[in-house]
């Protein structure tokens, strides 16, 4: 997500007055736990950034005459293994475009197929390695989705659902993406970004490059971040780049854990701006992007 010179996104909370402050961090007022309204402060801080964001978001849907709300859905079973599962669904309303309620319609679709698979947990009961003694965390299989902020640029939506799952019995959750992408007029998903240029091959060279560059940052030592070994095998072929956005500056693509990186490294992101893709598009992409 873009981050603006006015947003806060990072309160460092010095506990003890003694530490000394991160070079790093010397630009950012910084709140000490022995003031007496340490607390207020930070609270303060949060709800002027929601505030902020509140105002920034019915500012894109004003321009795009385009409304969006959520609502939330929940399902649960207790058994051996139970499951439990969760999501919070984007609905779009529009007066001038009025299919956009089928872009609700297709992410719920999506969703609650995902929701169907973890019923067959009661077909698949297995006693041998649950019981009812067992805490329940340990014995339910959970599942979760919850999306990014959509985004609007020209005539084209996105929006990204983060998903968590959790096995009963593993060692740790995992994490992955879905992005729902569209054109909105004539409404149609953009689920293969191959799609959207005139030489694949010349598009995937060019996303491979910038990708890996962005993902394989030197850190102070000159050596890279992330294993170029994993990153190069994890941007392989078109099949590696299929969650993105449209952002307002280029297309973001999301890498869950272990497709780039080791697990302990977390989700990783990279961008690919305009002015390299443009050239690549079909007409009627950069038209709806406003990319003249």
């Keep these: 997500m873009e981050k603006l010179s006015g947003d806060i996104y990072l309160i460092p909370v010095l506990l003890d007055d003694d530490a000394v402050i ?14 007496h309204d340490c607390v207020s402060k930070i609270e303060d801080a949060i709800k002027h950034q929601l505030q902020q964001q509140g105002s920034d978001i019915a500012e894109a849907q004003t321009l795009a005459n385009v409304r969006w709300s959520h609502s939330s859905y929940r399902e649960s079973w207790d058994g051996l293994p139970g499951y439990e599962t969760e999501f919070k669904l984007v609905q779009f ?6 299919k956009i309620g089928e872009v609700t319609d297709i992410i719920k679709g999506t969703l609650l197929e995902s929701v169907s698979s973890h019923r067959s947990a009661k077909l698949e009961q297995n006693h041998d390695t649950f019981n009812f003694g067992q805490e329940p965390h340990a014995r339910t299989n959970t599942w979760e989705a919850f999306p990014s902020e959509p985004k609007i640029v020209g005539k084209i939506i996105s929006t990204r659902y983060s998903v968590h799952w959790y096995g009963a019995g593993a060692a740790h959750p995992n994490q992955f993406f879905i992005s729902f992408c569209f054109l909105l007029d004539p409404l149609l998903r ?3 970004l191959r799609n959207v240029f005139a ?23 000159g050596d890279s971040a992330l294993s170029e070994e994993w990153v190069q095998e994890g941007t392989a072929d078109w099949n590696a780049f299929g969650t993105f956005v449209f952002d307002t500056d280029g297309v973001e693509f999301s890498f869950g854990p272990y497709q780039v990186a080791p697990y302990a490294a977390g989700p990783q992101f990279a961008k690919v701006p305009y002015h390299i893709l443009k050239p690549r598009f079909l007409p009627w992409l950069r038209n709806a ?3 003249f």
């Excluded at 070079?23 to 022995?34: D, F, G, N, Q, T």
């Excluded at 309303?93 to 009025?98: H, L, Q």
């Excluded at 091959?201 to 962005?214: G, P």
């Design 199 to 221: 030489n694949r091959d010349e598009a995937l060279s060019l996303i491979q490059a910038t990708v890996r560059d962005q993902l394989l940052y030197p850190l102070p030592d």
């Design 190 to 192: 953009i689920s293969d």
């Design 22 to 35: 991160p070079e790093e961090l010397k630009h950012i007022h910084v709140v000490r736990a022995s003031d």
């Design 93 to 98: 309303t529009s007066d001038k475009y009025p």
């Design 289 to 291: 992007l406003n990319l």
